[in-house]
């Protein structure tokens, strides 16, 4: 049997208001710090940094759209009004100075429009403020591993938990961080290339063998931060989560004391304070 042109409409119209509310549900009800099912924008922000990339990526969806629909327009008028049937006898206009003036130009405010807070974003992501605490993170096949050199030089493994929530992303050992303090992280690899990234923060930065890059964060809200690998380093890319916990500073002070207990280590290994330059 046949279904006629407008059932087909029907059930594509019901399908894409179904998609839409999927959609436009996850989003709703995504947790803080993880991705959510149907999810189509990005994290909710946890930093200052990440609040900055949202407000780009919006100013430039405005901008494109704009562009986009104002070519649309001009398009329609071409098709409708510059036809053969319109015109029959064509114009033999070469040359307009204003029109190719403002096709130079335009383009070129835009850019420069685009350019200014693009850079600024950038330096923001790049420039590393005087941080309160510093914590080295390694790229291992395939966990990560962490040190905290200005809380006594312990270091901790921390791997992906099998029976642990959300699936794929819960770890073993979180990295734990207090709120409202500015974060510098040291990242390098133990092996091959890895990848920091963390989408609630804005961060994601490469951990390179017998290099050592830094980023930074400052979280503004409590609460389990979810990231993972975000460079094809092997078989078991895909379960190498980062987990970060925020907490507040009585409760951080708390656990650095546990920790220090905990993961008591004897290396001497030496890392750069939240003070002192990078060593």
Not at 9 to 32: P, W
Not at 144 to 156: I, L, R
Not at 158 to 164: E, G, I, R, T, W
């Amino acid at each position: 049997m046949r279904m006629s042109m407008g059932r087909v409409g029907r059930h594509l119209l019901g399908l894409a208001v179904a998609g839409l509310t999927l959609a436009t549900g996850g989003a709703a009800f995504a947790e803080l710090g993880q991705p959510a099912p149907w999810e189509w924008t990005l994290q909710q922000s946890g930093s200052p940094v990440m609040d900055n990339i949202v407000w780009f990526h919006n100013f430039l969806f405005v901008l494109i759209t704009l562009i986009t629909l104002f070519v649309l327009a001009l398009l329609v008028v071409v098709v409708i009004k510059f036809n053969a049937k319109a015109n029959p006898v064509p114009s033999r206009t070469t040359h307009n100075t204003l029109i190719e003036v403002a096709w130079t130009l335009v383009p070129v405010l835009i850019l420069v429009g685009i350019a200014v807070p693009s850079f600024r974003l950038l330096f923001l992501e790049l420039d590393v403020p005087k941080a309160d605490l510093t914590i080295k993170a390694t790229g291992k096949q395939w966990y990560w591993s962490y040190a905290y050199p200005d809380n006594g030089k312990f270091e901790f493994d921390s791997l992906m938990a099998q029976d642990k929530q959300p699936r794929l992303l819960g770890v073993d050992n979180e990295m734990v961080v207090p709120v409202n303090k500015v974060i510098r992280v040291q990242v390098t690899g133990a092996d091959v290339i890895h990848a920091f990234a963390l989408p609630a923060f804005g961060v994601k930065i490469d951990a390179i063998p017998g290099r050592l890059n830094e980023t930074w964060f400052k979280a503004t809200k409590t609460g389990m931060f979810y990231g993972q690998c975000s460079e094809l380093c092997g078989k078991d890319h895909a379960f190498m989560p980062i987990a970060i916990r925020v907490v507040e500073d009585k409760e951080f002070a708390s656990w650095i004391e546990t920790a220090k207990k905990k993961y008591a280590s004897g290396g001497t290994s030496t890392y750069a304070s939240a003070a002192g330059p990078t060593q």
